[in-house]
Structure formats: structure tokens, C-alpha cells
């Protein structure tokens, strides 16, 4: 198993161990708190995050040690950014002729247009038909094949 991970790509590595991390992060903050107050109320929601981060660090453990991810690489075509903060919001992936946007929900550098770009999903992510072509609003990681 170990050797499975090690060969998984560093994006979705570094995907499992966040979420592992903070939910156990979490878990020994449920303790630190029952210590302290001898109240299980205030710890309780640390409780409830660190079992739902665990479990979800651990199916997608599951799901990518055994190959159950998709992979879609693509050219980036476009680019939205916020006025305030200028993050980006959404990035636009060109790949085999078809135009695939995705909102941006966490941080992400380096991206700009005409960069290759890996996308790594689930095969149970919904993708929506829009007008200029398909939206998803979920996925595992995004990585920068140029700039890693």
C-alpha cells in the first residue's frame, strides 16, 4: 500500500495528508478541550469535525490508492479573477476541442493562459452543459504541470 501512495501524483498526496492531518488535528483538540472544560458540549464539534475529515481523508486514500480518479489534462484558456483580492474565481481548461470552466475554490498560483493544466476528479462528479461548453464544481486537485 505504501508503495501505491508513494506513486500517486504529489497533488493528490498532498490532498489525502491535509485532510488527514486536520482531522486528527482536530481529534486532539476534542481532547485538549474535554481536559480543560470537563465539558463534552464545547468539545463536541471538534469531535464531529475530526471524524468527518477522517473519514474523508480516508476514502480518498481509498479511492486513489486504487486507481479510482479521473485525470484530464488541458490547456488553460482563460482566466477570472476577484476585484478585491484578485484570486481567482474560475479558470477556463481547453481539451480535445471541448471548453471545460471550473469555479475555483482554493488557493491556486501560477495559473495563466496557455499553461497545461491537470485536473483530478472523481468519476462521480456531475459535469453540467453550459452554453460555451461544460461545467464541474467539484474536484479532488489542480496542478501546474509547468510551474510544480
Request: hydrophobic share 45%.
Amino acid at each position: 500500500m505504501k508503495e501505491r501512495f508513494l506513486k500517486l501524483p504529489a497533488v493528490l498526496k498532498k490532498q489525502i495528508l491535509i485532510r488527514l492531518g486536520l482531522g486528527t488535528g482536530a481529534f486532539l483538540m476534542f481532547f485538549i478541550i474535554l481536559m480543560c472544560s470537563a465539558n463534552i458540549q464545547f468539545s463536541l464539534p471538534c469531535l464531529i469535525i475530526s471524524v468527518i475529515l477522517l473519514i474523508n481523508g480516508l476514502t480518498l486514500l481509498r479511492d486513489c490508492i486504487n486507481g479510482n480518479y479521473i485525470r484530464i489534462d488541458g490547456i488553460c484558456s482563460g482566466t477570472v479573477k476577484s476585484r478585491l483580492y484578485k484570486r481567482f474565481k474560475e479558470i477556463s481548461i481547453t481539451t480535445n476541442g471541448k471548453l471545460l470552466t471550473i469555479p475555483i475554490h482554493k488557493k491556486i498560483r501560477n495559473i495563466k493562459e496557455g499553461v497545461a493544466v491537470s485536473l483530478y476528479l472523481s468519476p462521480n462528479t456531475t459535469v453540467y452543459e453550459r452554453s460555451d461548453g461544460y461545467v464541474l464544481y467539484s474536484y479532488y486537485a489542480i496542478e501546474n504541470i509547468i510551474c510544480k
